[in-house]
């Protein structure tokens, strides 16, 4: 018996609908004995109450209503096991409608099974789906020809369709490791070699699987670590996430992203005594606390110094559309990448590429539902990431419109990172704040929105704007930037130095925190009480620190201003 693999394989299947993934899988299952008992019974129960042949498919389909409509509507992970190791197999919908769930459930899945009607032949979701696994860097693809009984098991047929997807598959960069002809209602090819297919000389279905080489973990790769939350627990900061990639330990050296602030992980933390361990590896999660009382939060990605991520307000993106309000340039959305979410917007559409024929149209303003576009994503502040191509879980994101993913994407570039891109900059580190941000107030959908004020990035001896239609700061103040650990001494309207803040001194200015709020500090003892408050804030504790603090009038005001209020 081969030996076993701890780890199990994801595999996703996907297709047109009433090609028959969900039919071969359920064949799959019940000649392997690997279903749970009544199941087969109850499927079959319900063909005979909707007066229906019984079809593999119902295993598959937990649901009855869609039992009854007879397509997959939700996507259906199911355990599986062969001799060799353990699947968790994906049933991804193939109805045109349901796209964002099979993207949703092709995006964690290590190889593909695409499966065509042989009878049919290639249709445009077989393209369309074809194009959203090169998207989303799947590379062990496997076709599989379903339904040879209806095209008499026609070696002729199985041959025009391999060439016509082959040419399709080639164009996108993608080279399939077989084309397996089966028949999922007969049984063909899937557990063993069909007498009926003596003309084919590859694996069957089930042998295919187990030849897949299971990618590695990548403890070894370099960390990728974002950040969940952040709990407070006696005198502990905990930071709580997943590893993404890497491992970690007590004693390494890391960088927390987008400030770029070095530190060392004091301790690992955990729930139980059982689970606690020296180092944590990819997809484990942990808590740690660090060396340096740094204010942490949700959507900062932990990293390790050799291995930076790209930090800015843009990069480039392959996008992909689900919505069916059309996206256009200069909307804002909500857009999610690992743990971190932002106000941003598509600033650019380079391109539309039709994908199931990969015709591009090079001028549009807008992106239709089920289009794919080359764009590129502008956010409201600087934000970590990588390309999609260097670490999966940070180089995908999705966007959130009307509280609806409506889109999803990779990144395939940035633009404008380093340290130039950040707001100030010198006395080696680098950073963002709000300071210059106007705030405006919208009547219609009583919310608060925002958008940049001065744009630029300032450094040691240059001159600020320090006047906008919603701030008006005085020529001398000592910025203090807590969550970034960063203070900006502020004298005659330029910046005379820039520091860490643990090398800040007090110097009787007046104080600004980063959104542009006077703190409310009078002596040295007073700040750093509030440097105090500030470390051991929470959810709960916010309204308590904002009252005792800052002072919001100060420096900022409310006015009326193109039918918005700016605040």
């Known amino acids: ?42 499927a079959r129960r319900i063909a005979r ?23 997959t509507i939700d996507t259906t992970q199911i355990q599986f096991r062969t001799k060799k190791r353990e699947y968790v197999i994906i049933d991804a919908p193939g109805h045109k409608e349901f796209l964002k769930n099979m993207i949703s459930g092709a995006s964690g899945a290590e190889a593909a099974f695409l499966i065509i009607d042989a009878n049919e032949g290639v249709r445009e979701q077989s393209k369309r789906h074809a194009y959203i696994l090169s998207l989303l860097g799947i ?54 070699p069909s007498p009926n297919l003596p003309w084919f000389g590859g694996k069957p279905l089930i042998e295919a699987m187990d030849s897949i080489e299971k990618t590695l973990r990548p403890d070894d790769e370099p960390l990728r670590f974002p950040i969940q939350d952040v709990y407070k627990f006696d005198e502990r900061r905990i930071i709580a996430g997943r590893v993404e990639r890497g491992s970690l330990a007590a004693g390494d050296e890391i960088v927390v992203y987008p400030s770029g602030r ?26 740690v606390t660090l060396e340096d009382e740094f204010f942490n939060k949700r959507g900062e990605v932990i ?120 707001l100030f900059r010198g006395g080696g580190i680098s950073f963002d704040c709000d300071i210059f941000r106007e705030f405006y107030f919208n009547l219609a959908g009583r919310q608060g929105q925002g958008k940049d004020g001065a744009d630029g990035s300032y450094a040691a001896g240059d001159s600020l704007p320090l006047k906008g ?31 860490s803040l643990d090398k800040y001194e007090f110097t009787y200015m007046p104080l600004i925190d980063g ?26 504790g916010e309204k308590r620190f904002f009252d005792r603090w800052l002072r919001f009038e100060q420096y900022r005001t409310m006015i009326f201003h193109s039918g918005f209020w700016a605040i």
């Open 515 to 540: 959104k542009g709020f006077a703190i409310k500090a009078s002596d040295p003892s007073e700040f750093l009480n509030y440097l105090q408050a500030f470390r051991n804030l929470d959810a709960a």
């Open 49 to 71: 109450e909707t007066g229906q042949p019984f079809e593999y498919a119902y295993l598959l389909d937990a649901f009855e209503e869609e039992q009854k409509q007879g397509i």
């Open 262 to 287: 070095k530190t060392r992980v004091k301790t690992l933390e955990f729930w139980a005594a059982r689970d606690v361990k020296d180092r944590v590896n990819t997809e484990e999660s942990v808590g």
């Open 139 to 192: 590379k062990a693809i496997y076709v599989v020809l379903n339904k040879m009984d209806l095209a008499a098991y026609s070696r002729d047929v199985y041959e025009g369709i391999r060439r016509d997807m082959g040419e399709f598959l080639e164009s996108l960069g993608v080279s399939p490791i077989d084309y397996i002809p089966v028949s999922g209602y007969e049984g063909d090819n899937v557990l063993s």
């Open 469 to 499: 239609n919603s701030y008006n700061y005085p020529a001398d103040f000592d910025l203090i930037c807590a969550e970034e650990n960063a203070a900006v001494k502020v004298r005659e309207a330029k910046i005379a130095d820039i520091l």
């Open 303 to 422: 990293a390790v110094p050799s291995a930076p991520l790209s930090v800015s307000r843009r990069f480039r993106a392959n996008l992909f559309w689900m919505g069916s309000r059309p996206a256009s340039a200069g909307r804002k959305y909500k857009i999610k990448i690992a743990t971190d979410e932002v106000t941003g917007q598509i600033s650019e559409i380079s391109r539309i590429i039709d994908a199931s024929t990969l015709d591009a149209a090079k001028s549009s303003s807008e992106i239709s539902m089920n289009d794919v576009a080359e764009v590129t994503i502008e956010t409201d502040r600087a934000i970590a990431f990588d390309t999609f191509a260097e670490c999966a879980p940070t180089g995908r994101f999705v966007i959130v419109e009307d509280y609806d993913v409506s889109g999803g994407g990779i990144i395939t570039a940035p633009v404008d990172t380093g340290e130039t891109s950040r």
């Open 1 to 42: 018996m081969p030996e076993t693999e701890t780890s199990a394989l994801k595999l996703v299947f996907v297709g047109h609908v009433d090609h028959g993934k969900s039919t071969i899988i359920g064949r799959l299952l019940h000649d392997t004995g690997s279903l749970p008992e009544g199941v087969v019974e109850r």
